[in-house]
Structure formats: C-alpha cells, structure tokens
C-alpha cells in the first residue's frame, strides 16, 4: 500500500510541514484543523461555537475530498484552550454525528494551540 495525499482548497492549507490528511489504504488521518477561513485565511475567534462550526466544516471538506462523511470517521481528537467551553464544542460537535456513528475520541485542556486558537480537532477516519 501507498500512503496517498489528500488536498482540498475548501480547507486550511497546512501552515507548516505537514498535510491536511494522508490516506494509507482504507484509513485517513487527518490533521488537527482550526477555525481558519479557507477562503480568506482569516482566524475565526471569539464565540467558541462559531470557532467549533468552521473547524468541522474545514474537516467536512477534507473528508468530502476523499469519498467520505462524518460516518466514517472512528476516532477523533479535541484540544481545548479551556475545559469550560467543552458544552458548547460538545454541542456543535454532536450535531454532526448520531449515536450510531459517533467515533472514539477523547477531549483535552491544552495549554496552548496553534495560532493561539480555542480548539483543534483532528479525525481518523476509514472506508
């Protein structure tokens, strides 16, 4: 198997070296996105839902790119700036999934993020 690249315009370019997601056979690991406008390259802060929403539509492009949804994803990781903004990205981040195909994830206080952002998540995903 070959690790192939996966690239969307509709996503953040990566700012450093890395991809925005590398499929390797039927599994993608897509890297931590923050609320960072494709379009203008302009962050998104200061209400931590609207910072959530981008950063699931940046991943919704990326797994739209690669044939998939939110179905597929099995694993997802979120860092928090502040554990206490967990309900609101809890909520933005559950409109997404159901109870059937919720993934595995955990959540964490971070001490810092790229950017200086509120919140990354990252995704696993496969097909």
Known sequence: MEKKII??????????PYNQA?????????????????????L???DIKAETTLVMKNLEAILT???MTFAHVLKTSIFLMDMGQFAQ???VYG????NETAPARETVQ??????????EISMIAGK
């Open 7 to 16: 690239r969307t315009d509709n996503a953040p370019a990566p700012i450093g």
């Open 22 to 42: 590398v499929q390797f056979g039927n599994i993608m690991f897509i890297s931590g996105q923050i609320p960072l406008d494709p379009q203008t390259g302009n």
């Open 44 to 46: 998104l802060q200061g």
């Open 65 to 67: 790119e690669a044939g």
């Open 89 to 91: 990205v809890n909520e």
């Open 95 to 98: 409109s997404y999934f159901n």
């Open 110 to 119: 971070v001490s810092g993020l790229p950017k200086g952002v509120n919140v």
